[in-house]
Structures are given as C-alpha cells and as structure tokens.
C-alpha cells in the first residue's frame, strides 16, 4: 500500500518514462524535419537527459530497497558536481549561440567558445568516472560500471551504424556531438537494466 508520503513524493516511474520518450521522439521528428537548426535542438536535448533523473528517483521509490541514489558521500559528490558541469554547458552554449548569432567573431575566439561547452560535457564523463572512483559500497560501483558499460556500447553501435548509413547515403549528417547525447540517453537504458537485473537502478 503507498504511504502519503510516497503519494506526496511525485508522480510515477511510468509517468516519467513516458514524458521522457515523447520529448525526445518530439524533438527527434522536429530536428529530421528541420524544424529546428542543429543548435535548438541540442539544447532541447537536455530535456529527455534531464528527465532521467526523476524517472531513476521515482522508479527507486516504488522499488523494495529504495533508492540508491544520493545516500553515500561519494554520490553527494557526484550530484555536486553534475550540477556544476550542467550549469557550465548552459552558459558556455547560451554564450556561444549568442556571440556567433550577434556578430562573426574572430576564428580564435569561436573556436575557444566553441570548445567550452565540449569542455563541460567532459566533465560530466569526469564526474561519472569520480563516481566509480570514489564510491565504497562495491555493489553500487558495479551498477555504476554496468550502466556506464552499456551506455558507452550502445552509443559506440549507433555511431557506427550511422557512420556507415552515412557513407551510402541512406541517412542525412550528423554532428558528432550526438554519441555524446546517445550516451546519456544509454545511462537511462544502463539503469533499466541494472532495475530489471539487479533490483536498483545504480547512482547515475
């Protein structure tokens, strides 16, 4: 039976799931019908990659042991900093987008600003890497490794299949910053996975 607190805590996983994979497949067909430039549509992006968040939070607390997430120093941390990365990538991309769409900014100066951004992504991948690091309990480090394992697999297949449908011109061009966005999309599909296998979705 759902105590009132759980009823207070939010809505469902499927809820959740169900927003996430709706904005993404929205912003999938306004970007393939160009609708949106390549730019709107990277910071749209961030919406389905946030959503993953209350989606893991949700589903851990409907699952028998709760949740994993943010309970240890090491996953404090990690959220500290994947807020402070994510905060950095705005600014950096909204600086970006405005200095190039305002004026035509020296070669050296779009290529650092250019760069910035790219920057604060690595950082996220630092943050997940501290995680696996840092963490003492072994069985969230595992889920951690696993869900980083399959998100970097299913990222480096659908680069690859894309490369090739490229190649014969079956499938339009895309910027490589999109493995990094199939790579935090496979987080989602790593943390079901360790939730079907495992029982918990991990710290990611």
Same mark, same amino acid.
């Given at each position: 039976?759902? +105590?009132? #607190?759980?009823?207070? +805590?939010?809505?469902?996983?499927? @809820?959740?799931?169900?927003? /996430? *994979?709706?904005? *993404? #497949? &929205?912003?999938?067909?306004? #970007?393939? +019908?160009?609708?949106?430039?390549?730019?709107?549509? %990277?910071?749209?992006?961030?919406?389905?990659?946030?959503?993953?968040?209350?989606?893991?939070?949700?589903?851990?607390?409907?699952?028998?042991?709760?949740?994993?997430?943010?309970?240890? &120093?090491?996953?404090?941390?990690?959220?500290?900093?994947?807020? /402070?990365?994510?905060?950095?990538? *705005?600014?950096?991309?909204?600086?970006?987008? @405005?200095?190039?769409?305002?004026?035509?900014?020296?070669?050296?100066?779009?290529?650092?600003? #250019?760069? $910035?951004?790219? /920057?604060?992504?690595?950082?996220?991948?630092?943050?997940?890497?501290? %995680?696996?690091?840092?963490? !003492?309990?072994?069985?969230?480090?595992?889920?951690?490794?696993? !869900?980083? *394992?399959?998100?970097?697999?299913?990222? $480096? +297949?659908?680069?690859?299949?894309?490369?090739?449908?490229?190649?014969?011109?079956? =499938?339009?061009? %895309?910027? =490589?910053?999109?493995? &990094?966005? =199939?790579? @935090? $999309?496979?987080?989602?599909?790593?943390?079901?996975?360790?939730?079907?296998?495992?029982?918990?979705?991990?710290?990611?």
């Amino acid at each position: 039976m759902t +105590s009132p #607190a759980d009823r207070a +805590s939010g809505r469902s996983p499927g @809820f959740w799931a169900g927003l /996430l *994979l709706g904005s *993404l #497949a &929205a912003i999938a067909g306004l #970007a393939l +019908s160009d609708a949106i430039g390549p730019d709107t549509t %990277l910071l749209l992006m961030l919406l389905p990659v946030a959503l993953t968040v209350p989606l893991m939070r949700a589903a851990g607390r409907r699952a028998p042991g709760g949740s994993c997430v943010g309970k240890g &120093a090491a996953q404090k941390r990690y959220v500290k900093r994947i807020a /402070l990365f994510t905060a950095l990538y *705005l600014l950096s991309f909204g600086v970006l987008t @405005f200095v190039t769409a305002e004026s035509e900014p020296a070669f050296a100066l779009r290529s650092v600003l #250019a760069v $910035l951004p790219g /920057l604060a992504v690595i950082g996220i991948f630092w943050a997940v890497g501290r %995680l696996i690091v840092e963490e !003492q309990d072994e069985f969230i480090r595992m889920l951690v490794v696993r !869900q980083s *394992l399959i998100a970097t697999g299913l990222a $480096l +297949s659908a680069a690859t299949v894309w490369g090739f449908l490229e190649s014969a011109d079956v =499938a339009p061009h %895309l910027d =490589a910053y999109w493995v &990094a966005v =199939a790579w @935090f $999309l496979g987080l989602f599909v790593g943390g079901l996975s360790n939730r079907i296998e495992y029982g918990s979705w991990g710290a990611v």
